[in-house]
């Protein structure tokens, strides 16, 4: 059985860093298109980043691009995202997700294409 376990979140100044983690069961992460989504109140779930480590594949969105990093720990079958220079609107739940290696193509991230999500995690930042 896949399980997606996220943790890392919490309340941070803006300009401050988190380092999320995703601890993946029933699956290896390196088999898969791994991504990090978040949603915001009253908004659409949107892609941050994702990573299909066998195809060298690495896709950062256009808001998050040069603060976080995705990486990942195949030893500890763990996905992380590092988040520094964090904004106010960085603010979200953040959740990661494991889809076939496809989902990590073509730019922007579709969720319809992820079929395992974690409970998520929130992230606060204030200014």
Not at 82 to 98: G, V
């Amino acid at each position: 059985q896949v399980q997606l376990v996220e943790s890392g979140g919490g309340s941070v100044q803006a300009g401050g860093s988190l380092r999320l983690s995703c601890a993946a069961s029933g699956y290896s992460v390196s088999d898969y298109c791994m991504g990090w989504f978040r949603q915001a109140p009253g908004k659409e779930r949107e892609g941050v980043a994702s990573m299909y480590i066998d195809g060298g594949h690495i896709w950062y969105g256009d808001s998050v691009k040069g603060r976080f990093t995705i990486s990942q720990d195949n030893a500890k079958n763990t996905l992380y995202l590092q988040m520094n220079s964090l904004k106010p609107e960085d603010t979200a739940m953040y959740y990661c997700a494991a889809a076939g290696k496809v989902a990590c193509y073509g730019g922007v991230l579709n969720e319809n294409r992820f079929h395992y999500w974690g409970q998520g995690t929130q992230v606060t930042v204030s200014s």
